[in-house]
């Protein structure tokens, strides 16, 4: 089930994601690693494990090649199209639980 420390590493995640002036798949990298890679499916309430297990393996598609981590590999072959979808599922997946699990007083 969604808990506060979901909440809040979805909402850190969106914010660098919208807050910095790399390219898109570096910011991913980084919010990946940073703020997501600690969550589990079953962090999430069940209508939206699918979503953020969807986001992982977009992230992880790519095995990893040499010294490169798989998500390495991934962002090297991922296009700007799919790093703006990954960018929005991301966000969409943080604006749901805002609004479906958290409560005004946790904003």
Known sequence: MATHNTWERLGNAVEYLASTQDKLQERLIRAFWAYLSALQVKDFPEELKEKFSKIREEMLKEAPFGAERNIESTI?????E?????AKNIFNLYDKITRNYCTPDEY
């Open 76 to 80: 090297k072959v991922m296009t700007d």
């Open 82 to 86: 799919k790093a703006e979808e990954i």
